[in-house]
């Protein structure tokens, strides 16, 4: 079980706009530190998507946007695509455990 | 354009030993801290280990210190995991990643090497 929660799947129809949830604690998002998301291709690795709770990387469609609020985060993806059918995870520090952490990963359909 | 690509992946028997490598190129390696991140077959990412800049720091997650040791030679550009006493539960896809210490997070992604540890 991760210390970030995430929905094991989420689906969409092409065009929808979709969320992941990512819930953690208070001595990890909770304590303020940052929220960082990351999209994994079937076989392939992962990618950095959105970092510091709510910034893309160059080359990341503005279709992806991240928010935080108190112990939880929210990755949103609008316009959905076909493309855009992977596994997402969160992942953010733990100060009482000093390490990083990974949610357990949400896996979207795009039906 | 920032490459990582991993090496030294098998099949070894639990208490076996393997060394993972990391050739890193595309950018200045011994200016960023490195990572080993593994994910097990269908499952999520687990971060396992980072190693500073001149290697004189390392942490290791809880259920590998003791047995696995990270290490770097800068001037190889390279990044290393050597991992002992293997054991099931170690079976694995290793990536080895840059990490930013100041935000914390993962940057770039080698494609990893799957380690198998079965009799």
């Known amino acids: 079980q991760s210390a970030l929660t995430q929905p094991p799947s989420v689906s969409g129809a092409p065009g929808q706009r979709v969320t992941i949830s990512c819930t953690g604690s208070?001595?990890?998002?909770?304590?303020?530190?940052?929220v960082h998301w990351y999209q994994q291709l079937p076989g392939t690795a992962p990618k950095l998507l959105i970092y510091?709770?709510?910034n893309r990387p160059s080359g990341v469609p503005d279709r992806f946007s991240g928010s935080k609020s108190g112990t939880s985060a929210s990755l949103a993806i609008s316009g959905l695509q076909a493309e855009d059918e992977a596994d997402y995870y969160c992942?953010?520090?733990?100060?009482?455990?000093?390490?990083?952490?990974f949610g357990g990963g949400t896996k979207l359909t795009v039906l | 354009e920032v490459q990582l690509v991993e090496s030294g992946g098998g099949l070894v028997q639990p208490g076996g030993s393997l060394r993972l490598s990391c050739a890193a190129s595309?950018?200045?390696?011994?200016?960023?801290?490195m990572s080993w991140v593994r994910q097990a077959p269908g499952k999520g990412l687990e971060w396992v280990a980072n190693i500073k800049q001149d290697g004189s720091e390392k942490y290791y997650v809880d259920s590998v210190k003791g047995r696995f040791t990270i290490s770097r030679d800068n001037a190889k550009n390279s990044l290393y995991l050597q991992m002992n006493s293997l054991r099931a539960e170690d079976t694995a896809v290793y990536y080895c990643?840059?990490?930013?210490?100041?935000?914390?997070?993962?940057?770039?992604w080698g494609q990893g090497a799957l380690v198998t540890v079965s009799s």
């Open positions: 510091g709770n709510n």
């Open positions: 992942q953010s520090y733990d100060g009482s455990l000093s390490v990083s952490l």
């Open positions: 595309g950018f200045t390696f011994s200016s960023y801290w």
């Open positions: 208070s001595s990890n998002i909770g304590a303020g530190y940052d």
């Open positions: 990643a840059t990490f930013s210490s100041a935000w914390r997070r993962f940057d770039y």
